[in-house]
């Protein structure tokens, strides 16, 4: 302990033990490190019995009112938190009502501080004295540490013996010197991965030496002599004969040669040449006319030929060009067979270089050169054959080195480069606001309305474009990690070598690594889900929040439960970024905002296909570039809607889950040879199994609620705790056997296709398919190369996709979560049906979608249906303030959970009390509850909730203290969990 001196310093410190955030701590600086530390760092801290990594977060000369522990050292001086991350964890804690070590801990990558671990040693003692008088608790501990050993971790130990709770019998062995607990701290999981390396170690005269002598080769075959003699001749011609003999070479090489296309055979000629002057041939002619009258003839061909026939074309009698030679007149002449050069000389001098070089030269030789071309003249031993490594080692001019290699998500895509395209007069209006924004500076909120396929990202591109020129970076955030491939390739085409993504399906390595290369500055773009906004860019401009309407973006559970959209604004008010909120259907809250003025809404009204490649981009005079071009893309259509009662198909004997007008449309849609996406928010083959005699319904027994039949498991689902349980053949409860599954889920809605269209190619998409590492994209990808006609999916198909191939799109049942008690289940209704409809919208030929529901003129199937956000925000803000829901108030959820019912029911009306005293106190405020959650038991505890609003709850909050087994969630997305 250290008493409080002049001159001394304090830093608080977050702490976390294991997956347990413990909270933040106050500790004294010792002398040694004072100068050193940093908000910020890493440091080694003594807590109870052990020693702990701490990140420090404030430092202060004002001593706390109690005595401190020093420090101990600093783990990692490179700060890990920046004092920005630390003033968004400020803001998350007031504002979320969470603790700022639980902020702060939830913008670090896993596995970045090692988790404490307990090692249960056993005595002397305990290893041999009698085990008399021991509890059977501790009898059972110490017979399983003396089976192993007589030391064991403890969660090992737990795990043996099938106990949780061990601390109180662990203490007292301990205090009776049965055994000792040691503490201690695991390496990292996060740490720099390190491997052997091939380092090029020769100057650039001595691997230039040795290339030069690979390039020779080391081979002398027979076709390399004969084409480097041929590109040493004159005209690249030598004789057949001649060659071969000089060279040695069969004539077979010269075949293989000619069938390579670099030599021509030429065969051996006979030509006949006149050989006496032109008098002495008119005076033959005439003297000799009728005593030789074919030699005559031939002769005044030969003249006609300009002096020279062919022997093999021209058939002269041997006899008559004889008879000729002798007078003199003529004479004969002889080529030998040739061989001639198709290439030129240095193209064959290249290929017989070849020749004579091995297979392992030319190994070599490439290896040679991405050593040169790779960072640090290095490459990873594991990418490279073995041979040629050893022989490059043991020409001295590499050597092998241990050095750290990083782990690239992105690594081995091929990303193609892409110019922008010219905007639409649409888009150009929109751009010239934000492009005009980021002039003025300072920080500027835009909500960035358009449908589906009007060309939102290319705005998103030209702000990023605009962003990295002023030197500053950027974070995009989509609301899955299904839509960051999509996302990234577009967006790494664009600015090639400046992104990368952060999101959980990454390797705890990966996600280490490239937190590093952001926290360094080495990448400018940074995509991702919600997570991905606590990257620490050291000079961040621009937020970008797509879809950002999106339930995703919002935190459930662990704390902190907080919303992505609103901590971006707070990150953009502490960085001075401009923010971009785009949705085909912004979220209530935001469009009531923007009408508010708080944002700047901006509407793009069309959609776009690339124009035509004769369609001229033009740029106006005085314009900034990209801004006001004539619009060089053609509009889409939006697609055709039609809403189907399904209370008729029922009344015309239609019990199929598919309309008739949808079964038509999907035979049409594959005779056409198109694509179309079933939509239905709800996984499983069905949506509960209940028996028709007594109406019992299977249900989990930790959770009460109904069970989900999964056809592809063969069992029954909890979605809320994952428990699995095999489905009854008979009724639990009466025993009949007229249990039956009823509704539907994606994998019925699969079926259902298969039995329509037996020869369709069906692709099924929601959570139970997803949870596979890399599923998604290869899901997305066999559907974009047309390696499927109809993709079932849940509201994963709703988010963003862009597949131009789908001209139908079927919402098999708008009514899922309509009538739930949510008071944004409307709108959640709404912006599923708009965003999935929209899909068919993507294309120059008008698509199709249609809608089946049992409540056809409900507000939010209309609206959806005529893509009309305006009559539905009028609409759903007239209920939203009757009951003075969000926007109108802020909404605050307290949750309490406990084993006994009776207790959490107690618990819970204790709270609505105490705050009943505090909310009176504000006219506008009021509560609902308590009441049972609409998951009444989850995982074995029942649940009770009561609802605050308030036009700020957080003061009727904070400070407020609540024991434990209560959760507060600040702006619920959701009362159905």
């Given at each position: 302990?250290?008493?409080h001196?002049?001159?001394?310093?304090?830093a608080?410190?977050?702490?976390?033990?294991?997956?347990?955030?413990?909270?933040?701590?106050?500790?004294?600086?010792p002398?040694?490190?004072?100068?050193?530390?940093?908000?910020?760092?890493v440091?080694?801290?003594p807590?109870?019995?052990?020693?702990l990594?701490?990140i420090?977060v404030?430092?202060s000369d004002?001593?706390p009112d109690f005595?401190?522990r020093d420090?101990?050292?600093i783990?990692?001086p490179?700060p890990?938190?920046?004092?920005?991350?630390?003033a968004?964890?400020?803001w998350?804690a007031?504002h979320?009502?969470?603790?700022?070590?639980?902020a702060?801990f939830?913008?670090?990558?896993?596995g970045?501080?090692?988790?404490?671990?307990?090692r249960?040693?056993?005595s002397?003692?305990g290893?041999?004295?009698?085990?008399?008088?021991l509890?059977p608790?501790?009898?059972?501990?110490?017979?399983e540490?003396?089976?192993a050993?007589?030391?064991m971790?403890?969660?090992?130990?737990a795990?043996?013996?099938r106990?949780k709770?061990?601390s109180?019998?662990?203490?007292?062995l301990?205090?009776?010197?049965?055994?000792?607990?040691?503490?201690?701290?695991?390496?990292p999981?996060a740490r720099?991965?390190?491997?052997?390396?091939?380092?090029?170690?020769?100057?650039?005269?001595?691997v230039a030496?040795l290339?030069?002598?690979?390039?020779?080769?080391?081979?002398?075959?027979?076709?390399?002599?004969?084409l480097?003699?041929?590109?040493?001749?004159?005209?690249?011609?030598?004789?057949?004969k001649?060659l071969c003999?000089?060279v040695?070479?069969?004539?077979?090489?010269?075949?293989?040669?000619?069938a390579?296309?670099?030599?021509?055979?030429?065969?051996?000629?006979n030509f006949?040449?006149?050989?006496?002057?032109e008098?002495?041939?008119?005076a033959?002619?005439?003297?000799?006319?009728?005593?030789f009258?074919?030699?005559?003839a031939?002769?005044?061909?030969?003249?006609?030929?300009?002096g020279?026939?062919?022997?093999g074309?021209?058939?002269?009698?041997a006899?008559v060009w004889?008879?000729?030679e002798r007078?003199g007149?003529?004479?004969r002449?002889?080529?030998?067979?040739?061989?001639?050069?198709?290439?030129l000389?240095?193209?064959?001098?290249?290929?017989a270089?070849a020749l004579?070089?091995t297979?392992?030269?030319e190994?070599?030789?490439?290896?040679?050169?991405?050593?040169?071309?790779?960072?640090g003249?290095?490459?990873?031993?594991s990418a490279?054959g073995r041979e040629?490594a050893?022989?490059?080692?043991e020409?001295?001019v590499?050597r092998?080195?241990?050095?750290e290699?990083l782990?690239?998500?992105?690594?081995g895509?091929?990303?193609?480069?892409q110019?922008?395209?010219?905007?639409?007069e649409?888009?150009g209006?929109v751009?010239r606001?934000?492009?005009e924004a980021?002039g003025?500076g300072?920080?500027r909120?835009?909500?960035?309305h358009g449908?589906?396929?009007?060309g939102?990202?290319e705005?998103?591109?030209?702000?990023?474009g605009r962003?990295?020129?002023?030197?500053?970076?950027?974070?995009v955030l989509?609301p899955e990690i299904?839509?960051?491939?999509?996302?990234?390739e577009?967006?790494?085409?664009?600015f090639?070598?400046?992104?990368t993504?952060l999101?959980?399906g990454?390797?705890?390595?990966?996600?280490?690594?490239?937190w590093r290369?952001i926290?360094d500055g080495?990448?400018d773009v940074v995509?991702?889900p919600r997570s991905a906004?606590f990257?620490?860019?050291?000079?961040l401009?621009?937020?970008v929040v797509?879809?950002e309407h999106?339930d995703?973006?919002?935190?459930d559970?662990?704390p902190p439960?907080y919303h992505a959209?609103e901590a971006?604004?707070?990150?953009?008010?502490?960085t001075?970024?401009?923010?971009i909120?785009?949705?085909?259907?912004?979220?209530?809250e935001?469009?009531h905002r923007?009408r508010q003025?708080?944002?700047?809404l901006?509407?793009v009204?069309?959609g776009i296909l690339p124009?035509?490649?004769?369609?001229v981009?033009v740029?106006e005079?005085?314009?900034?570039a990209?801004?006001g071009?004539?619009?060089?893309?053609?509009?889409?259509a939006?697609?055709?809607?039609?809403?189907?009662?399904m209370?008729q198909?029922?009344?015309?004997?239609?019990?199929s889950?598919f309309s008739?007008s949808?079964?038509?449309?999907l035979q049409e849609t594959?005779?056409?040879?198109e694509?179309?996406?079933?939509?239905?928010?709800?996984?499983?083959?069905?949506t509960?199994v209940?028996?028709?005699?007594?109406?019992?319904?299977?249900?989990?027994?930790?959770c009460?609620?109904p069970?989900?039949y999964?056809?592809?498991?063969?069992?029954?689902?909890?979605?809320r705790c994952?428990?699995?349980?095999?489905?009854?053949?008979?009724?639990?409860?009466?025993?009949?056997?007229?249990i039956?599954?009823?509704g539907a889920?994606t994998?019925?809605?699969e079926a259902?296709?298969?039995r329509?269209?037996p020869?369709?190619?069906?692709?099924?998409?929601?959570r139970d398919?997803?949870e596979?590492?890399g599923?998604?994209?290869?899901?997305?990808?066999?559907f974009?190369?047309?390696?499927a006609d109809?993709?079932?999916g849940?509201?994963?198909?709703?988010?963003?996709?862009d597949?131009?191939?789908?001209?139908?799109?079927?919402?098999?049942?708008?009514?899922?979560?309509?009538h739930?008690?949510?008071?944004?289940?409307a709108?959640?209704?709404?912006?599923?049906?708009?965003q999935?409809?929209g899909r068919a919208?993507?294309?120059e030929?008008?698509?199709?979608a249609?809608?089946?529901?049992?409540h056809p003129d409900?507000?939010?199937?209309q609206?959806?249906?005529?893509?009309?956000?305006?009559?539905f925000f009028?609409?759903?803000m007239?209920?939203?303030?009757r009951?003075?829901?969000?926007?109108?108030?802020e909404?605050?959820?307290?949750?309490?959970?406990?084993?006994?019912?009776g207790?959490?029911?107690e618990e819970?009306g204790?709270?609505?009390r105490?705050?009943?005293?505090?909310v009176s106190?504000?006219?506008?405020?009021?509560l609902?509850g308590?009441?049972?959650a609409?998951?009444?038991?989850k995982?074995g505890?029942y649940?009770?909730?009561?609802l605050?609003?308030?036009?700020e709850?957080?003061?009727l909050?904070?400070?407020?203290?609540?024991p434990?087994?209560?959760s507060?969630?600040?702006d619920?997305?959701s009362?159905?969990?």
């Open positions: 302990m250290r008493l001196t002049a001159g001394a310093l304090y608080d410190v977050i702490v976390r033990q294991g997956a347990r955030v413990v909270g933040t701590f106050s500790y004294a600086v002398p040694a490190l004072q100068g050193a530390i940093a908000p910020g760092q440091v080694w801290v807590f109870r019995r052990t020693r990594p701490a420090v404030a430092l004002q001593p005595e401190t420090i101990l050292e783990a990692e490179t890990v938190l920046t004092p920005t991350q630390i968004l964890g400020r998350m007031d979320y009502l969470c603790s700022l070590a639980e702060l939830a913008m670090l990558p896993p970045l501080l090692g988790r404490p671990r307990t249960v040693v056993l002397e003692a290893r041999s004295r009698p085990l008399d008088g509890f608790l501790s009898r059972q501990v110490v017979e540490l003396r089976r050993g007589g030391e971790d403890l969660p090992a130990l795990r043996a013996l106990k709770g061990l109180g019998t662990l203490s007292r301990e205090r009776e010197g049965w055994l000792k607990l040691a503490t201690f701290v695991e390496e999981a720099p991965h390190r491997e052997p390396f091939l380092v090029l170690s020769a100057s650039p005269e001595e030496a290339r030069e002598r690979l390039l020779a080769g080391r081979r002398n075959p027979p076709a390399a002599r004969v480097e003699a041929l590109a040493r001749s004159t005209g690249g011609v030598r004789e057949k001649a003999r000089e040695q070479a069969d004539p077979e090489v010269l075949e293989t040669l000619e390579e296309g670099l030599v021509r055979s030429l065969e051996e000629e006949l040449r006149l050989a006496a002057p008098k002495e041939m008119a033959f002619l005439e003297r000799e006319a009728r005593r009258p074919r030699g005559c031939w002769l005044r061909r030969l003249q006609e030929a300009g020279v026939l062919d022997l074309a021209e058939p002269v009698p006899e004889r008879a000729l007078r007149l003529v004479r002449e002889r080529r030998p067979a040739q061989v001639r050069l198709s290439v000389p240095e193209v064959a001098l290249a290929r270089a004579r070089r297979r392992a030269d190994r070599l030789l490439a290896l040679l050169e991405r050593l040169e071309g790779a960072e003249r290095a490459l990873p031993l490279l040629e050893a022989a490059l080692l020409a001295g590499a092998t080195e241990e050095r290699r782990r690239d998500p992105l690594a895509r091929e990303i193609v480069p110019p922008p395209p010219p905007l639409t649409s888009q209006r751009w606001e934000i492009y980021f003025r300072g920080t909120t835009f909500l960035l449908v589906t396929g009007s939102k990202t705005i998103y591109l030209r702000a990023l962003a990295l020129r002023e030197g500053r970076q950027a974070i989509v299904s839509l960051t491939p999509q996302t990234v577009r967006f790494a085409a664009r090639p070598g400046r992104v993504v999101h959980s990454l390797s705890v390595g990966e996600r280490y690594d490239q290369r926290r080495k990448v995509i991702g906004l990257a620490p860019l050291p000079r401009g621009l937020i797509d879809e999106d995703s973006y919002k935190q559970d662990p439960r959209r971006a604004l707070a990150l953009a008010r502490l001075g970024s401009l923010v909120l785009g949705s085909a259907t912004p979220s209530i935001s469009y923007a003025g708080h944002y700047r901006l509407e009204r069309a124009a035509p490649t004769d369609r981009r740029r005079a005085g314009r900034p990209g801004v071009f004539i619009p060089p893309l053609i509009q889409t939006l697609p055709r809607v039609e809403v189907v009662d209370r198909e029922l009344q015309a004997g239609n019990t889950i008739r949808l079964q038509r449309a594959l005779e056409a040879g694509q179309a996406i079933l939509f239905l928010n709800r996984r499983g083959a069905a509960f209940m028996c028709r005699d007594c109406g019992y319904v299977v249900r989990c027994p930790h009460e609620v069970y989900v999964h056809a592809d498991l063969g069992r029954l689902l909890c979605h994952g428990r699995r349980s095999p489905s009854p053949t008979s009724c639990p409860a009466c025993r009949s056997l007229r039956r599954h009823f889920g994998e019925r809605v259902e296709v298969l329509l269209l020869s369709a190619r069906v692709l099924r998409w929601d398919v997803a596979v590492r599923s998604y994209e290869d899901i997305l990808g066999a974009a190369r047309r390696k109809v993709l079932v849940t509201q994963m198909v709703a988010k963003g996709l597949l131009p191939g789908v001209s139908l799109v079927g919402v098999v049942s708008a009514d899922t979560v309509l739930l008690p949510d008071f944004r289940s709108e959640r209704t709404f912006q599923l049906v708009t999935v409809i919208g993507r294309r030929e008008r698509g199709r249609i809608i089946q529901t049992y409900h507000y939010a199937i609206s959806a249906a005529r893509q009309d956000y305006a009559a009028r609409q759903e007239a209920f939203r303030a009951y003075d829901y969000p926007p109108l108030r909404l605050a959820r307290l949750v309490y959970s406990h084993s006994q019912e207790r959490a029911r819970a204790r709270v609505a105490l705050l009943a005293g505090r106190a504000v006219p506008e405020a009021r609902v308590p009441a049972p609409f998951v009444r038991r995982q505890r649940r009770w909730q009561i605050l609003l308030a036009p709850v957080q003061p909050l904070r400070g407020f203290v609540l434990e087994g209560w507060v969630d600040v619920p997305v009362l159905l969990s």
